[in-house]
């Protein structure tokens, strides 16, 4: 059982950054981050695999959103560029047995941290 914990969260003008951080009880394994605003599919934003060497990212943010991970502190971050107030929503932490960008293969989630970008 993997229990993930998400921070980081807050308001932020457009334009502005922020970090979240995903600590993973265990140890990382393949990670991703979604997001979800009422009334709409939780979403994909970004995975990494286990060891870092896979990445990949949702087109709308692309160029502006990071995922990283250090494994020897147990966490994955998702620094967050260049915000849009369309990035408004709950970000959610997850984690899977291989890597993968759709949601259902995602079996552990975090809480979810809120994310605000004012225009």
């Known amino acids: 059982q993997v229990q993930l914990v998400e921070s980081g969260g807050g308001l932020v003008q457009a334009g502005g950054s922020l970090r979240l951080s995903c600590s993973a009880s265990?140890?990382?394994?393949?990670m991703g981050w979604f997001r979800q605003v009422p009334g709409k599919d939780r979403e994909f934003v970004a995975a990494?695999?286990?060891?870092?060497?896979?990445?990949a990212y949702a087109d709308s943010v692309k160029g502006r959103f990071t995922i990283s991970t250090d494994n020897a502190k147990n966490t994955v971050a998702l620094q967050m560029d260049s915000l849009r107030p369309e990035d408004t929503a709950v970000y959610y932490c997850?984690?899977?047995?291989?890597?993968?960008?759709?949601?259902?293969?995602?079996?552990?989630w975090g809480q979810g941290t809120q994310v605000t970008v004012s225009s």
């Open positions: 997850a984690a899977a047995p291989t890597f993968a960008t759709l949601r259902l293969a995602y079996p552990f």
């Open positions: 265990g140890g990382t394994t393949n």
């Open positions: 990494i695999s286990a060891n870092g060497a896979i990445k």
